[in-house]
């Protein structure tokens, strides 16, 4: 069973959006064991999107829209869809209803226009859209499912999860069983040096690196008829690849760095706070981002002026004038600051310059310091990083989060 | 004069990797007034990849292909466009030369492979790769354009912006403007229903609507033979949606509410302190991602916990007793308490339930009261926000900050 997936929307062909749906679909249909070989995208236009699904109804099992179920005129997939298998629309009171109670529930008025959102061929199988007003669609002709859903990536994803997957479960037979290992801190040729044999040498499991911003992934691929059985196939590959890659990988399928030290944090009963200069709250936010990291996480200071290091962290006015802000010895001493004043077991901090202002000969664009204080002092790193204001950032935080990892890993 | 882009990649199908190239490339041709119709995707496999040419070279005159120019048997893109087209591939020895340049500086080991990345056609152009090994070709064929671009987005884009944009610039003549404008804090129909008319009755310049998550967009584009020109048909409708918009739309084109709200700091002469709860360090973090920012942030402080509300900000253990940590008195005193402890002029702060734990039927999960203090006191506003951990984070940040966008806007 193959699928194909249309992404509809001139905002997706002005490059005012990147088509992260689709990624998203991509990897749920190939979790399901469904092959996706081909993603379209196509305008807001009648003929052009009539034409997209002509050639796909020749090449395709499954074929799912997305976007353009919009209330406004531009909105046409639905109907489009419809009208290329011969269907009309009839009002669906249940969604109607939703929509309304949507509109009351978040104080807006519903206009006209949402009436249209309700609009389905009579012989379709209606989506719930539980987050916004869109409900989507499948609908089936010669053998064919036609499954259209919405375009914000919050909708399609909570929809395709409750109400098109199960569809989809149903109709296929064979699973795809995978395993993400998450790498940091060394290279995608290193790590491919390590696994050659294994990438050469596949065929169930499948082993496939993948590269990101910084980080190395390798994904393990079974193809089994239950959980236990790809289980099994991917458990010898993934113990292999763990023997030769150590504590380089930090997690695995959905971890994420921070993820894996707020667990590592509760797991070795210990406290953080976190100072930031250069990195300006992004490690505070990282860590934020995972749930339950109140229990570990007991303060942040961003301390970007010099005023600041001294009153919130008791950085040294003397340490300040002589060595300047970005320096090892500010950032030991914004670790040991935010670790005394928070009472907190750890502590962690950045500073250093991200540009695109700031630099000079003696501390260019990219020199961050990076620190971490314990019950036995504090340590520092001095990191030298490549690229614009973003990139440093998200560079330095990684690079501490890392740091944080490995030590919490050496503790008892 | 009309493009295809047609990314090659099984890690696109595989939902590994997002088509970022295609949103790139989508961006650089409209600029240059090429209409894009078409992005479509499909796997490194030889005979759909024919066939995606066959039907790409049937309906568009610029036929880009991403990815698959690496050196292994995998890739397979200008080998396939050289075969649609009935080309022999010859060696190109500057491009050799080259590559053999590129691993001598890296200090990595050519291998038999990378030979491969120096054969084209002898009738193509060829386009240097100045990042990596893979240069990249222009074949032209029966009046239409087949460009072949490396996957990698550093490469692609180099490439395409020294190499390929001035051969694209010669083929077209007129080129296209536009102007985005950003909106926040009205719905997308209540948007459509004020400028419904402008929508409806459009040639040159267009009017588009376009949803984020939580903010709207209109895009104003007008086809015109000079920068000039283009001005002079945009300025008339964006005037139009101003006055029916007004302070609704915070920014234009490349604007985000966090630059908007740097600049508006400078402008009165006003500094920034941030106290945060639920969000983390996330209104931090947005507001240090400007460039220029450190002249008006004093500092944040996330103060998860109580304790720490209390010595940071010296929010009332009788407040927090009496009220609870999530309660427009802590929000007020928070606000305060960053102001008068960083010595700034307006403090802003956030204090939610994120989820997924912590809600409770008098405090649900959503319940965020977001505040702002100046010298004539503080203010504080109730949210009820939907959705997930990252979307109420995320919700509390935009509305704080539109918040604090309005108050900047009514200051003298």
Not at 2 to 15: D, F, M, Q, R
Not at 113 to 124: D, Y
Not at 253 to 259: A, V
Request: with cysteine; charged share 20%.
């Amino acid at each position: 069973m193959n699928a194909e997936i249309i992404g509809v929307g001139s905002e997706l062909l002005l490059g005012q959006i990147s088509n992260t749906d689709a990624q998203y679909l991509s990897r749920q249909l190939s979790s399901l064991g469904i092959d996706v070989f081909w993603h379209t995208v196509v305008g807001d236009n009648r003929d052009r999107l009539l034409q997209t699904l002509r050639i796909a109804s020749d090449r395709s099992d499954i074929i799912i829209t997305t976007g353009g179920l919009g209330p406004t005129m531009d909105d046409l997939s639905k109907e489009t869809v419809a009208e290329f298998l011969g269907l009309d629309l009839v009002l669906h009171q249940p969604s109607l209803k939703r929509i309304r109670e949507h509109f009351a529930a978040t104080g807006r008025t519903m206009t006209k226009n949402n009436i249209k959102q309700a609009m389905f061929p009579r012989e379709s199988i209606i989506l719930q859209n539980d987050i916004g007003t869109a409900p989507g669609a499948v609908m089936e002709d010669n053998g064919k499912s036609y499954i259209v859903l919405p375009g914000p990536p919050s909708e399609l994803q909570h929809m395709f999860d409750h109400y098109a997957f199960p569809y989809l479960k149903r109709k296929s037979g064979q699973g795809i069983y995978s395993r993400v290992l998450r790498i940091y801190g060394i290279g995608e040729s290193a790590v491919e040096e390590k696994v050659k044999d294994l990438l050469e040498n596949q065929k169930n499991p499948t082993l496939a690196p993948l590269i990101g911003v910084g980080e190395v992934t390798l994904r393990i691929t079974a193809k089994a008829s239950s959980p236990e059985e790809g289980e099994a196939l991917i458990r010898p590959m993934q113990q292999e690849i763990e023997k030769r890659l150590g504590t380089a990988i930090y997690g695995f399928d959905e971890d994420r760095m921070e993820s894996v030290i707020v667990n590592l944090l509760r797991e070795k009963g210990r406290t953080l706070s976190v100072a930031e200069s250069c990195t300006g709250g992004l490690v505070s936010n990282r860590i934020t981002n995972v749930p339950g990291s109140s229990a570990v996480l007991l303060e942040g200071c961003v301390t970007y002026s010099n005023q600041a290091k001294t009153t919130r962290l008791g950085v040294s006015p003397k340490t300040l004038a002589a060595y300047g802000a970005v320096s090892t010895q500010t950032a030991l001493e914004m670790a040991e600051g935010i670790r005394n004043t928070s009472k907190s077991d750890i502590g962690i901090a950045t500073t250093g310059i991200a540009g695109p202002g700031g630099g000079s000969p003696q501390k260019p664009i990219g020199l961050v310091h990076i620190a971490i204080a314990d019950q036995d002092g504090a340590r520092a790193k001095e990191l030298h990083l490549d690229g614009d204001r973003m990139l440093i950032k998200n560079g330095s935080a990684m690079r501490l989060l890392n740091w944080l990892r490995l030590y919490l890993l050496s503790l008892k």
